[in-house]
């Protein structure tokens, strides 16, 4: 969501609006990062939308809310980029119409062994688009090339630490990636080991990072490949084309070699980018747009359009506090007490309701609402509570002690986000509160293009950044293990030795321990919100679009990619 990183998610977006990871880590779409996994019965599903025969003519016209940063499976980090990836390559599983993983690339269910640690899957005769086959060779070299440190993954040893053997050791540079717990049997049998048992590991299987690669074809392009999309190959629904690696256009068109392609309607999908809200409004009222993101005032005058959709959301947003800038140089963030001022200093009720007002609730937690549930169908959100409410009484007392402390009466700090319009307006919003609550703050505001967010991000050179994270998959891990100390997420320099053990302990003892794993879990959350104020969350992100209605058989996702095409078409277009 990202991450992807972020999405850094970071990360991970509206169509129009913050950041993720991620996240992988996300502008809201920007921000992101990242997501993936099967879905609970309980999640959110897409409105199903009515059948009809699809037309003569199956071209789709959309936006997306930034340009792609990379399309290379091992460096994808952002929402856009897991979008377009999802789309034209495909892994041993894909997420379905009921969002959940099914077998893929994979001809059937993967055979697990008795103790949960090695899986064997059998590959189905699939090719690339250049019409050579697809391999069990070319997700050994993928695999590998993720997890190697010359490659610079940013997910490969988040996604693959401490869950496919010598992964860890090998990104730590301390084993050769050929060590690496995977191995082709024969050209259509692939054999993975684990290092502890993960029981979402098959819903792993659908997320991009682990997606396979040709070795021939991205050692002969060299520092070319995945720069544009002649330099691509592709094994999905659609090939990617006409994007030049920076400009702010491009198409996917119907890959013909796709083993499934009987079953993808749509022959092309033309993509701009389109940041502002009044201007994808206008070209969706023009015809120009099939479907069209809109927030601010513009949610609230079409929330009771006939052709408006809210999409509920798993992606959560939040300030991240830089506690060492250019991850030496200790910060005022390093103080606890400044965290938890800023972090109780601002009306998420307000923010969400008249700033976004496309359905995002205000968030005190992290790990989202209606997504993770233990074995009593019992929502994690009930489980670990409300943290880091809004209080200005409690955050001025916050802000003097921590001033007192920093032997200062005043501050200066700089917010990081994104430069859409929505992200600017937000900025300011933020801007307003905290100045207004806390005596002596002022507030410098550093709007730039989401690629620039990501290397300041890495560089870790900002004050405080909104950021957001969507989901890999369907497990409270999924944003916990963001913050463990020097995690390849946790570029703010977060580190509680508490808080790692927990979260250590849910992947070791407390594995098959479901009921103790999520009090863990809840322990955790505690301790990163409440006693830390290591972030500060500001709201689990809801969407409106207007949809054209014969725009038909869209999928969205709440963990992974957001959306696939692959079951779209056209019906009843005038």
């Known amino acids: 969501m990202k991450n992807t990183k972020w999405l850094l998610l970071m990360a991970m977006t509206l169509v129009l609006s913050i950041f993720l990871a991620a996240c992988g880590g996300a502008d809201e779409k920007e ?9 609970d019965d309980n999640a959110t599903e897409t409105p199903k939308k009515e059948d009809g025969e699809p037309d003569a003519e199956q071209i789709l016209n959309l936006a997306e809310s930034a340009a792609i940063p990379s399309v290379d499976s091992a460096i994808v980090e952002d929402a856009v980029g897991f979008n377009v990836l999802n789309n034209v390559n495909e892994g041993l599983y894909r997420l379905d119409q009921e969002n959940k993983a099914i077998p893929a690339m994979a001809s059937e269910e993967a055979t697990e062994s008795e103790d949960g640690l090695t899986y064997t899957f059998k590959l189905r005769d699939a090719k690339w688009s250049d019409g050579t086959p697809v391999t069990a060779e070319d997700f050994v070299f ?24 010598n992964a860890t050791a090998i990104s730590e540079g301390k084993m050769d990636k050929k060590e690496l717990g995977i191995v082709a049997k024969d050209e259509k049998t692939l054999e993975v080991t684990l290092e502890r048992p993960v029981p979402y590991f098959l ?16 050692t002969s392009k060299g520092d070319a490949y995945a720069t544009n999309s002649d330099n691509l190959l592709y094994n999905g629904p659609f090939t990617l084309t006409d994007w030049d690696g920076t400009g702010g256009s491009w198409s996917y068109k119907k890959n013909d070699e796709y083993w499934d392609a009987e079953n993808v309607k749509l022959t092309q999908i033309n993509v701009n980018v389109v940041q502002d809200s009044a201007t994808a409004v206008k070209l969706y009222k023009d015809g120009k747009l099939d479907r069209a993101g809109v927030s601010g005032d513009l949610a ?15 992606s959560v947003f939040y300030m991240k506090f830089n506690q060492k800038k250019l991850k030496k140089e200790e910060t005022p963030l390093a103080n606890v007490n400044i965290r938890k001022a800023i972090a109780k200093s601002f009306q998420k009720e307000d923010l969400a309701d008249v700033v976004l007002a496309n359905g995002s609730l205000p968030a005190n937690f992290l790990v989202p609402k209606d997504f993770a549930f233990d074995e009593n169908q019992k929502d994690f959100r009930d489980i670990s509570g409300d943290h880091l409410t809004y209080n200005v009484e409690e955050a001025k007392e916050f802000w003097e002690k921590g001033l007192k402390e920093l032997g200062v009466d005043s501050l200066e700090l700089e917010i990081l986000g994104g430069d859409t319009d929505l992200s600017k307006k937000m900025d300011e919003y ?17 709007e730039v293009p989401f690629a620039v967010r990501l ?27 963001l913050f463990v100390t020097d995690g390849t997420n946790n570029l703010m320099s977060y580190s509680n030795k508490e808080y790692d053990k927990l979260i250590a302990d849910s992947k070791a003892e407390l594995a098959l321990k479901p009921q103790e794993r999520y009090e863990a879990f809840a322990k955790a959350e505690k301790i990163l919100l409440e006693d830390d104020a290591a972030i500060a969350p500001i709201y689990q992100r809801g969407l409106i679009f207007l949809e054209k209605p014969h725009f038909k058989g869209l999928v969205s996702h709440p963990f992974g990619a957001d959306y696939s095409y692959k079951w779209a078409y056209i019906s009843g277009k005038e």
């Open 31 to 39: 921000e992101d990062a990242s997501k993936d996994g099967s879905k």
């Open 142 to 165: 993928a695999w590998q090339r993720a997890i190697d440190p010359a490659t610079g993954s940013p997910y490969g040893p988040f996604m693959m630490s401490g869950t496919v053997k």
């Open 203 to 218: 819903s792993l299987m659908s997320f991009g990072t682990f997606y396979p690669q040709k070795e021939e074809f991205v």
């Open 300 to 314: 609230m005058q079409y929330s009771t359009d006939p052709e408006a959709v809210l999409q509920p959301e798993t």
């Open 430 to 446: 933020f801007k307003s509160q905290l100045e207004t609550n806390l005596e002596g703050l002022t507030i410098k505001l550093k």
């Open 455 to 481: 290397e300041l991000d890495d560089t870790q050179d900002y004050d405080i950044q909104i950021s957001g994270w969507g989901p890999d998959f369907q497990d409270p891990i999924s944003f916990l293990d």
